[in-house]
Structures are given as C-alpha cells and as structure tokens.
C-alpha cells in the first residue's frame, strides 16, 4: 500500500521560471470540454458512423472529403483505456465517472462517488478545483442530473442511488445552505439531522454551479405538493402542447419525499433561471448570465431525456444534447468573465440501450414462465425505447423502427454534441480549448453483426448478411481457370455491399433511417445478456415475466478516448503511450487548467485520508546533457525510466524494469543526443506511474 502514496512533488528549477510564467499568462480564457459517452464503445460509434455512409463512392477513403463523416473521428489523438474500479474488474458508472473528476483518487469501489470508501473523506474533483480558482462550471447530461456520471462530478456520497441527497449537494454551496434544504419540508420528521443527512462535503464548500441541463427532476420536484414548475412552457411562459395528444406537456409529480421544491428554492433562494423547455432554452436572455448573475438550471423529464430517437417521434419540445451543449457553453462563457470554463457533457442514454439489449433479445412464452430467445433484425418494441424494459411476449413491434435505429441516433445527438465543442474550439477569440471524448466504461459487448438481406443469400431463414457476394465466372465453364477474364463482382454494383440509409433532417440536423424495410439495415447483437450474463432461465420460474428482467450489463473491455486542442500541447499527450488506464485523463486537463493545487493531489491513492510522501526530483533543470531521475523506493520494487517527447514519442529508456531496492535512487539519463525542447521524464515504479517535465537547452 505504501507503494501507492506517491507524490508527484519534483519542481521545475529556476532556470524554468520563466517559461512558467508564461503559460500562466496564457491560461487566461482555458476551456475544458470533457465528453463522456456512458457505455459508449467503439461498435456504437462504427455503426453510426455506416449508417452516415462511410464506405460509400467520397466516404471510402482518408483522402476522400467526407470520409471523416463524424466529428468523434475527427478528434486528433487516440488511445485505448482501462476501465476497471479499485474493488472489480468490471466497473459500474460511479467510480467510472469518478476517475474523471477526481483523478488517481477517484478510483473507488463500484457505486462510490468522489469519495474514499476506506475512510469517508470526500475527494476534490476537477469542477470544483475549477470553479474555487475561477473558473465557469456546468454539467449538461441526457440521463438525470442526479445519475452518477454527472453526480461524480459535484457530489460526494457513498451510493449513487440517494439522488435526493445529490440533488441538495448540487444547490448548496455552504452548510447553513444545505441544512436549509431540508428544513424547507413541511413535515418536521424530514428536518435537517447531522447524523443522517450528514454535512455538506467539504470540498463542496464555496462551489456554485453555474450550468446545469439535464433530466431527473423528479429528484428535485415533491412528491405530494404540487410546484408551478411541473408545467412545461416555453420562452414566453406559454404551455407546450403535446402533439400526439394536443395537451399542455407537464413534467410528473416529484419524488421527493420530504417534499421539498427544489426547482422553488434555485429559483427564489439561489438565482437560477429555470427551464424546462426548448424553445425557453434556445431563446434565453444572455444577457443575465454575467458574472454576479443568473445561474441557468433546465430539467426536461422527469427522469432520463427521452431516447433520441423517442424525442424525434413524440418528444420533440425536449432539447436535443447539441442544443444543451450549445446552450451552456454560451452561458458559461458570460459566466467566466473571461476566466474560462470546465464543462461535462454526458450521452447517459447509449448506455441504456445497452443494458436492455434492444433489438437483441425478446421474451417469449415458454414452459414454466416466460424465456429469453436471441431476436435479431425485428422491428423494435411499440411504445419507444423504454418499452424495451417492460415488453412480454404479447407486446407488439412497430413496423418501421429497428433498434439500430436507437443506438445510431442515440451516437448522432452525442456527435453532434461533440461538433459544437469542435466548433467553439475552432474560433480563435474563445481563447485556449481542450476537448477530450471517453467513456466510463463498454455495456452489453454491443456488436454490429452484419446488414439486412432480404434475399436471404445464405438460405438459412435470419436474412441477416456480413459481406459482398463472391466472385464469380459469367463462363460457367471457366470456373476453375485461374485467368481473370469474364468474372463477375461479387455486389460490385453501384453502392457495393454497404448500409442503405435515407438521411432526413429534424431541427436541422441530419438523422439516418434504413431506406426502406427491405433495405441493407444495420443488424446489432449483444455480447452481455441474460443468455450469457449469468441470468439465464431457472428451471422453477423462467427468467422474470418480462423483457427488463435481467438485461445486459457492463463489461470490461477496454474502451476508446480521444482528444484535440487549439494549442498542440495537451491532447497529443494521449498519444506514444500504448495503453492508458482511465486515471491519466485528469492530471491532462488539470494542467491545462493550471490547477496546480488540485494537480498536486492527481497522484496519491491511499486507504486512508490523502497524505503527502516521497517523490520524484529532476536534475538539473533544464539540462545539457546528462541529467538524474532521483526517487524514492519504500519497498522492493521493478522501476523503468522512460524519456518521452513533446509529441509523446518515447525516445529513452533506462533502466527497463529492474528491481531496486529500499530508498534513494539517482538513474542518469544520457540526453546529449536530443533536440532541444520540452521532455517528460516518466518512473514507472511498482507498476505506478509518476511523471516530471523537464527541458532540454
């Protein structure tokens, strides 16, 4: 354990002085835009990206204008990541998200949020070390609010589930604040008590949060009072009507069971504007959100946004995560005074598709209860996406919905998320941005198995197909010649074996939809369900009496970052590393930040409440020629020192894994070779990592 306290405590001499205080300077107006796509991983990305054409006549070559069709593939710097939490190889979204917000710290037992579960000290993450040096900070999420990717982010709490206590944490930035929360029930009982309710995390102490757009609000509504704010109106105040039903749209009665109108207290008491609408979202008054003004809070469901798919078909006063996106990058900018802004933003919903293998499975009647039986290429479930969860086997399929529908429009509202980031960062007046896209974690091994065949070439009654027909000979008796004369492509018509997808626009985004029902549709599996999770049917009472019974769950497969910036210095430290574990996403943007008193604390992982211990030291700095990597062993361990470069390339190695023993080290490392310009010395010591910068003369 004590292996794991160390402390990225080295400092860059005198001679660097200089060069720190420029980018200090330069730290004015910095941007951080972390995307997270819960569940998100790389097949969910591959069949959007098909759907949108990629493969087609200009999409089938990197030299080829659009072949770049999604702007996730646009992001410059790759690398794959680990997603396994401190108690299981397989992580859940709590400590997922944590390692995000918290860094090295946030790797925690499964359902944790940013808080040690050895010790039940809260954990500081890199909204509110943002916001106490200046920054603007917002969450924007199509899940609730109070779920636990975004609650990582500006909670503290040791189960992800008491989203009413999330909820309270988020509108409070001082005990007397929090406590006031509760004692704003009607009912005595539900009163503010220390031993139950706890304190207001410390490290919450003195945050506001400045943005906050989402669902959930059920959490902050009450449940047998009815609040003003359960109607949904637009900009002018006016209802929203439903267009199936020509009804005002109105957001269901609250969950809280103390009662307390939490919508009420952030407006009255705590100067948010609220919205919970489009067109209010899209017409606000900028003007408001100044320094020293409004905050902006928008809830647009009662629990998750709608799938976007659903919000497309019968939700569409709901924005979409591109409009949110948009919004609060816009508000936080006022917000900043010119300081800069951190921002979350959370595809929640991809993850969901995921758990409730849509389009993958189906419950059916069987002997002694009802069975899973492996669906594929049907229609999906009437009744939208969350229907998927409640189907039994009499529940009826739309006739012109497929579940590759759901994912990949699901991707497309996250992408499209993704390109107002891209386009923010693109305008050089918005000063310095930094956009990274992961994910907390794979769900459900979603798996793009092949397209639609309608001909059933491979006579097996699934109509289900991978790749083009075979070629062939047009001279039957030439089959067996090895001269290539008289053959026949196998699909090579216009188009070739490729997904047949319509694009259509809805508020003035593009959307995909397979051309007809007969058309070369994506087809998706999934890896995790109840026929291969450990769910299966029991003998006594079958699997549960309908769909959501036991879905699909997470896995641990490895999954996918990517990152891009206007100053080609941080992004590019993805890159040259081979593979990453989720916690060096954190220490990047810290830096970029400038957050030096929140990145002191990016290394230390303890059981106990964090403690400083020995470190790494570089000299001297900057160098000429040889310089030492000075550290501290406290146990017998396996060390590697690593020189990487500017570009992530690593250029050095010494020693490569050989075992030092207890106390003080100085390994000299040979740089009368390298170019002039900025290193990263990095110790890889009992399989932790620690990293110092360093300059070559």
Not at 215 to 236: C, Q
Not at 484 to 505: A, E, H, K, M, Q
Request: charged share 15%; net charge neutral; with cysteine.
């Amino acid at each position: 354990m004590e292996m794991k306290r160390l402390l990225l405590c080295g400092a860059l001499l005198a001679g660097t002085a200089g060069l720190r205080a420029q980018a200090q300077a330069s730290a004015s107006n910095s941007n951080v835009i972390l995307y997270i796509g819960d569940g998100f991983g790389l097949a969910p990305k591959t069949a959007a990206r098909m759907a949108m054409g990629q493969g087609t006549s200009g999409k089938r070559y990197t030299s080829d204008a659009g072949f770049q069709v999604l702007a996730l593939d646009k992001l410059k710097y790759n690398a794959t990541v680990t997603t396994h939490s401190l108690n299981s190889w397989i992580t859940d979204s709590a400590p997922g998200a944590s390692v995000y917000a918290c860094g090295k710290n946030g790797k925690q037992d499964n359902e944790v949020l940013a808080l040690n579960p050895a010790s039940g000290t809260a954990i500081e993450t890199i909204l509110e070390a943002a916001k106490k040096q200046g920054y603007a900070v917002g969450l924007v999420t199509t899940a609730r609010l109070t779920h636990a990717t975004p609650a990582a982010f500006a909670s503290h709490i040791w189960f992800r589930d008491l989203e009413d206590y999330i909820a309270a944490q988020y509108l409070a930035s001082t005990e007397t604040q929090y406590e006031a929360v509760f004692n704003a029930s009607p009912t005595a009982a539900y009163h503010y008590s220390a031993a139950r309710d706890w304190v207001l995390p410390t490290p919450k102490v003195g945050v506001e949060l400045d943005v906050m757009l989402g669902g959930g609000s059920r959490h902050f509504l009450p449940r047998n009072v009815a609040s003003p704010y359960e109607a949904i109106v637009d900009a002018a105040g006016n209802p929203v009507a439903n267009p199936a039903t020509g009804a005002p749209a109105t957001l269901p009665r609250g969950r809280r069971a103390d009662d307390v109108d939490l919508v009420s207290y952030a407006v009255q008491q705590r100067n948010y504007k609220f919205v919970n609408s489009r067109d209010a979202l899209l017409n606000l008054d900028l003007t408001q959100f100044g320094p020293g003004g409004k905050k902006l809070l928008g809830l647009f469901n009662a629990s998750h946004v709608n799938f976007e798919q659903d919000r497309q078909t019968g939700a569409p006063w709901e924005p979409s995560l591109a409009d949110m996106t948009a919004v609060a990058i816009k508000v936080l900018q006022a917000k900043s005074n010119g300081k800069g802004f951190f921002l979350m933003v959370e595809s929640g919903r991809i993850d969901h598709l995921e758990h409730a293998n849509a389009g993958g499975l189906a419950v059916v009647a069987g002997a002694g209860g009802n069975q899973y039986a492996i669906e594929t290429d049907k229609p999906a479930f009437a009744g939208g996406g969350e229907a998927n969860y409640a189907a039994t086997p009499a529940t009826a399929h739309t006739t012109n919905v497929y579940a590759s529908d759901y994912m990949i429009k699901e991707v497309l509202a996250f992408d499209y998320a993704v390109a107002e980031g891209r386009g923010f960062m693109g305008a050089p007046a918005n000063g310095r941005t930094l956009i990274f896209s992961t994910s907390d974690h794979e769900c459900g091994g979603f798996a793009v198995t092949g397209l639609h065949d309608e001909a059933d070439a491979q006579q097996n009654g699934t109509k289900i197909r991978t790749y083009a027909g075979q070629i062939t000979k047009s001279a039957a008796a030439e089959a067996a010649y090895a001269t290539p004369t008289n053959l026949v492509r196998g699909d090579g018509g216009p188009g070739g074996w490729f997904p047949d997808y319509t694009l259509s626009t809805f508020q003035g985004k593009s959307y995909p939809a397979p051309s007809s029902p007969t058309a070369r549709r994506i087809v998706v599996a999934y890896g995790s369900n109840p026929l291969t999770n450990g769910n299966g049917p029991r003998a006594s009472t079958g699997v549960g009496s309908n769909q959501g019974a036991t879905p699909g769950n997470h896995t641990p497969q490895d999954i996918w970052i990517a990152a891009e910036d206007n100053t080609n210095t941080h992004a590019q430290q993805l890159s040259g590393r081979g593979l990453l574990d989720n916690t060096a996403v954190t220490p990047i943007m810290a830096d970029f930040l400038s957050l030096t008193a929140f990145g002191a604390q990016l290394g230390l992982r303890a059981a106990g409440p964090a403690a400083a211990g020995p470190g790494v030291v570089l000299t001297p700095v900057p160098f000429d020629g040889t310089f030492q990597v000075g550290f501290d062993v406290l146990a017998p361990a396996a060390v590697t020192v690593d020189l990487y470069n500017q570009l992530g390339q690593r250029v050095y190695t010494v020693p490569g894994n050989q075992t030092y023993g207890v106390g003080h080290h100085a390994v000299p490392v040979d740089g009368s070779r390298l170019a002039p310009g900025v290193y990263t010395a990095t110790v890889t010591l009992g399989g932790k990592i620690i990293s110092r910068k360093t300059i070559k003369l």
